[in-house]
């Protein structure tokens, strides 16, 4: 049987991130049927509606929004109805559960979870900590960051870092080679939560000879090993038993899944430091 596909249009007033993760949430559910996705993000204007409206009328489709003002949703929605395109706001069935709970009215305001306020500036912040505390830099600030990633090459701790760095988490994280002692620092640091990530020889291997093919590296090398990828796997585990380190298997995690796993650890933890 053959994909079947059908047209998915996503209209914001903001950056579009919340639509395009819901949209490819759900339509990941459906195997053998794929989204071509249009997606419009700061529309605004009337002027900007219109490209939209334009193009969800020369192909019809299922069509999400998230605009706040209540003129431009409905000319989209009369749109949708006369070219027969199902649509569906995103947000409003959560605006009115909040409006009946906090007996409250919503102010109408485009992008307002993107403003420039503190929680912003957090976000910013974290993400220059991390990217300045990536593969072992500056070991000398570890004390300084809410999490510490450790692991063997290739086991996904810049990508991971760099994901809850954009959750507002100042993240380092510490590469461990192969006879070369990690920062003493890991030792006494206390604020920062430490988490060991492991993969099987396998994966490893795997991602390692992707990495010398783009580089034309030479692979005749222990880096791609099997008896020396997993001697470094176990020696990596023995480390993190020995701290009594969190451990996460990232072998079938995606980064999402993954970074969920540690804020969810990170919660306990800034609980018993609080607490100590």
């Known amino acids: 049987m053959g994909r079947s596909y059908f047209h998915l249009h996503l209209v914001s007033d903001s950056t579009g991130e919340t639509l395009i993760t819901v949209a490819r949430a759900v339509v990941a559910q459906y195997e053998g049927i794929a989204a071509i996705e249009h997606v419009y993000p700061l529309v605004r204007s009337p002027t900007q509606l219109d490209r939209v409206l334009s193009e969800i009328e020369a192909a019809p489709g299922i069509v999400l929004y998230t605009l706040v003002e209540r003129d431009l949703a409905s000319r989209l929605e009369e749109v949708c ?3 027969g395109s199902p649509y569906l706001s995103v947000l409003e069935p ?7 709970y906090l007996g ?15 929680e912003y500036f957090k976000r910013i912040d974290a993400m ?10 500056l070991p000398q600030d570890l004390d300084d960051a809410d999490v510490i990633l450790v692991g063997v090459s290739r086991t996904s701790k810049t990508p991971t ?5 954009h959750r507002g988490m100042k993240t380092a994280n510490i590469p461990l080679v192969p006879g070369v002692p990690p920062p003493q620092v890991l030792e006494s640091t206390r604020r920062a939560l430490i988490v060991g990530l492991v993969a099987t020889p396998e994966r490893i291997i795997q991602i390692r000879q992707n990495r010398l093919l783009s ?3 030479d692979d005749d090398t222990s880096y791609v090993d099997r008896d020396a990828v997993a001697e470094e796997i176990a020696a990596s585990r023995r480390l993190f038993a020995r701290h009594n380190w969190p451990m996460i298997d990232v072998t079938r995690r995606s980064i999402e899944e993954t970074a969920a796993a540690i804020l969810d ?3 306990d933890h800034r609980l018993r430091f609080i607490a100590e």
């Not at 870092?161 to 760095?165: E, K, T, V």
């Open 81 to 83: 109805r006369n070219s």
């Open 94 to 100: 959560v605006h009115t559960l909040l409006q009946s």
């Open 104 to 118: 409250a009215a919503s102010t109408a305001r485009p992008g307002a979870q993107h403003m420039l306020n503190a």
């Open 128 to 137: 220059n900590f991390t990217l300045l505390h990536d593969d072992g830099h």
């Open 161 to 165: 870092a760099i994901y809850l760095a």
């Open 215 to 217: 580089l034309k590296a």
């Open 265 to 267: 650890l990170y919660r």
